[in-house]
């Protein structure tokens, strides 16, 4: 463990479900991030949570709806999604400075999303 | 636009042998770092070596080296010795501040060491 803990780890799903994906941090970080993987294409930033504050949403479909609740949790609320929306769901961490996150991400091993 | 282009999509190497995974980018910025990620089977993506723009030595981090060409825009992965374990996708990536803090990742290359 790296210190992001996504679950579940799987997921399946039917197009008319309500679901939610969650995310914790036990690094101290103040900012966490939702991507998308899918095949043969690069991740995908969807929403930016800094502080609690959410600083990005990439045009992302209301579908998916994100919560920070806490510095500590992040959750991505789903419902009535497509089949397209099938794929990795990662969650990252970092701790953002006024020089940026030089350091880079921490993540989690993320949420396998299938929707039927 | 802020690009990452991974032009392998796959490679293998043998056991002990050294392997490079290519990266170029695109950006207007002069101030950025580069990041390579690695994503095993466990789906854990895990930090390889990172590299601030404005230094001319190229990082190491024991068997993973890079050769970081600022002019040419490449940022390119050397893994000598090659283990078992480093089978995984390796993910080129960068940042810059003035983007908002935002990584910009390529489309990964899927590394098979072969015994």
């Known amino acids: 463990e790296t210190g992001v803990t996504q679950t579940p780890r799987h997921l399946v799903m039917g197009m008319t479900n309500k679901k939610s994906l969650k995310c914790e941090q036990h690094l101290g970080h103040n900012a966490m991030y939702w991507y998308k993987q899918s095949a043969k294409k690069p991740l995908e930033l969807m929403f930016v949570?800094?502080?609690?504050?959410?600083?990005e949403n990439n045009s992302v479909p209301s579908r998916f709806s994100p919560e920070c609740p806490n510095s500590s949790h992040l959750f991505l609320h789903l419902h009535t999604l497509q089949p397209e929306d099938s794929a990795l769901y990662l969650c990252?961490?970092?701790?953002?400075?006024?020089?940026?996150?030089?350091?880079?991400?921490?993540f989690g091993s993320g949420t396998r999303l299938t929707v039927v | 636009a802020q690009t990452v282009t991974q032009s392998q999509p796959e490679m293998s190497v043998q056991e002990a042998e050294t392997v490079t995974l290519s990266c170029t980018y695109d950006?207007?910025?002069?101030?950025?770092?580069l990041f390579w990620y690695k994503q095993p089977p466990s789906r854990q993506m895990i930090l390889v070596i990172r590299q601030e723009a404005y230094k001319q030595q190229n990082a190491t981090e024991n068997r993973f080296s890079v050769n970081f060409q600022k002019a040419a825009k490449s940022f390119s992965l050397k893994i000598s010795d090659s283990q078992l374990g480093d089978t995984a996708m390796y993910f080129c990536?960068?940042?810059?501040?003035?983007?908002?803090?935002?990584?910009?990742f390529g489309t990964g290359t899927s590394l098979t060491v072969i015994p």
């Open positions: 990252a961490s970092s701790q953002d400075t006024p020089g940026g996150i030089t350091h880079g991400y921490t």
């Open positions: 950006t207007s910025e002069n101030n950025y770092y």
């Open positions: 949570y800094n502080f609690k504050e959410q600083t």
């Open positions: 990536a960068f940042m810059t501040a003035n983007t908002g803090n935002q990584f910009y």
